[in-house]
């Protein structure tokens, strides 16, 4: 049974951002192990999905989500593309990436078959991820190391200035405010009727007080962190300094690894001066890791989808000569093939890696991938047999 392509109900957060980022912290704990469920996917393989371009070439995307288009080799790092491919699949209902590009000779139907089952696989958890994020509240950024210590659970307290710059969007959109260490950054909405359509370069600021702040965050609110953790509010509390802060919460508690109040104090100096603080004042945000992981969900989709899913995500073309666990390569190897030549021990023949391959494998390319193609079936043979 052919899959339904109703497309997922998107969450309030920005989805497009956030999966990339949830889909490079699963593939970086499933490379130190630290992933509490199994991928199914080597080591290796993640590791690479993760590799930048070796020779820091400029690889831009050519990518047109509005029609659906991934034109040309896909950049490194390659889980960039997946994860747009992953997102467009869950917004649109239809598998991106796999149509017109994933060939498996004499198996179409078991091709169709597979197709079917991952646009549903992605349907279904996708529907399973957005449905976490729905619950977030705000999101913020926290900086290495204290990002790690809140996801190994030894720092339990953050800890804010009583002060956050909030940026809305009239049409009621929830926007995401990039935030740095120990600044506020709050998702909010609000509807202003009559206003029509607004350019969502119009961006309204205010400001949080504290006060405000409570209203809006208590215990229960749940936090997004680095877009990828998700953390629940235990209690919030206010104190006039982040040394009184410090002192009656643990400094082990808001800074592990900091030895003296005082070098707490200068770690919170480099983002806010001392009239900021004394003037706003501070808080300390409980937190503890909520039970249900957006990073989880996604695993949980890549188990499922397994290699021959995240290859067809990234539009490679199989043949019954390709190499398994296969991943388009990086544009600096394409680059190196066209002038690496094929025969080295025949005079005069000027033929390469990369011609040969792309003359033996013209007819089933498209203008998508390799651009477009001139010349006969005869040509190409008679090339590739030099």
Known sequence: M?????????????????????????????????????????????????????NDLSSPSHSDSSTGIFEGIPPYPLYKR???????????????????????????????EKENE??????????????????????????????????????????????????????????????????????????????????????????????????????????????????????????????????????SKVLPGVETIEQGVQIYRKFYTEEKERSNGVLAICVSKFPLQPYISLARLLFGLSLGGLQGLLGLAHTTGSTPDALPPPTSTLLSSFVLPYKLNVEGSTLTHGARA???????SSSKYWGTLDGSVFNHTMLSLK
């Not at 497309?7 to 192990?33: H, Y």
């Not at 992953?86 to 091709?111: D, K, P, R, V």
């Not at 792309?358 to 089933?364: F, S």
Request: glycine share 6%.
């Open 118 to 251: 991952w646009q549903k696989l992605i349907l279904e958890k996708g529907s399973e991820l957005v449905n976490v994020l729905k619950t977030v509240k705000i999101e913020l950024h926290v900086q290495e190391p204290f990002f790690s210590q809140l996801k190994d659970g030894l720092k339990t307290i953050e800890g804010r200035c009583a002060l956050g710059n909030c940026s809305r969007y009239d049409d009621s959109s929830i926007m995401h405010i990039p935030v740095r260490l120990y600044e506020w950054g709050f998702l909010l909405s609000k509807k202003k009727k009559g206003l029509g359509d607004l350019d969502h370069s119009a961006v309204l600021s205010q400001y949080l007080t504290k006060e405000e702040f409570f209203r809006r965050i208590d215990s229960g609110s749940l936090i997004l962190f680095n877009k990828c953790l998700l953390f629940e509010v235990q209690d919030i509390r206010s104190y006039s300094s982040f040394s009184e802060m410090m002192e009656a919460e643990g400094l």
């Open 2 to 54: 052919e899959a339904s392509n109703i497309a997922v109900s998107m969450p309030r957060v920005n989805l497009k951002d956030t999966i990339e980022e949830l889909l490079k912290f699963t593939l970086q704990s499933c490379t130190n192990g630290t992933l509490e469920i199994d991928l199914g996917l080597p080591k290796e393989l993640c590791s690479r999905l993760l590799k930048p371009e070796p």
């Open 82 to 112: 997946l994860a747009l491919a992953l997102h467009e699949s869950m917004a649109s209902g239809t598998l991106f990436g796999t149509c017109n590009n994933l060939t498996i000779i004499h198996q179409e139907s078991l091709l169709k």
């Open 358 to 364: 792309l003359a033996k494998h013209a007819h089933r």
